[in-house]
């Protein structure tokens, strides 16, 4: 983050910083990143990782979480759409996956033809938790571990999940 990237943000003027703001609100952080480049462009544009970093710094001055938790699955819901897939699913599996905001689970049905289908994210926020000097299970695990047996029983497959209580750091 530089010095001068919120005095960046407020060379587009209320107008455009109520654009920027609104985009942030309403569909997040790459709809942000869009609006800042868009609105700088006529001033020799922004490179796409300055524009993220005012667009976070913003998100922080709005008190908006730039990746909030995901809603709870719905597990007859993700059926239905494995149901509706081409391929019938061989297993369910739960696999972790990172980005720049921490760790989240993937449930996956792994299909009969090779494909994948995603089925539903888990982002509960929080970083690597210790008690008593062990890992205990991250609520995404816990989560993911409850809708993927469930899923997996509705479909009449097997559930895998290989790192059941913590992402594997091992990669």
């Given at each position: 983050m530089r010095d001068d990237d919120t005095a960046l943000l407020r060379l587009l003027g209320e107008d455009g910083l109520a654009r920027v703001d609104a985009a942030i609100r309403e569909r997040g952080l790459l709809a942000g990143v869009a609006a800042v480049r868009e609105a700088l462009r006529s001033r020799g544009g922004l490179s796409?990782?300055?524009?993220?970093?005012?667009?976070?710094?913003?998100?922080?001055?709005?008190?908006?979480?730039?990746?909030p938790p995901t809603p709870p699955l719905d597990v007859e819901e993700m059926a239905s759409?494995?149901?509706?897939?081409?391929s019938r699913p061989r297993e369910v599996a739960a696999v972790w996956d990172g980005d720049d905001f921490g760790w989240?689970?993937?449930l996956?049905?792994?299909?009969e033809d090779g494909t994948t289908l995603d089925l539903g994210w888990i982002r509960r926020g929080g970083?690597?938790?210790?008690?008593?000097?062990?890992?205990?299970?991250?609520?995404?695990?816990v989560e993911a571990r409850?809708?993927?047996?469930?899923?997996?029983?509705?479909?009449?497959?097997?559930?895998r999940f290989d790192h059941?209580?913590?992402?594997?750091?091992?990669d």
């Open positions: 796409l990782y300055d524009a993220r970093d005012m667009v976070l710094e913003r998100f922080g001055e709005l008190g908006v979480d730039p990746c759409r494995a149901e509706g897939h081409p989240y689970l993937v996956e049905a792994h299909c970083d690597l938790r210790v008690l008593n000097g062990r890992v205990p299970p991250w609520p995404e695990a409850e809708a993927g047996t469930a899923l997996a029983a509705r479909l009449g497959v097997p559930f059941p209580d913590t992402p594997d750091f091992s």
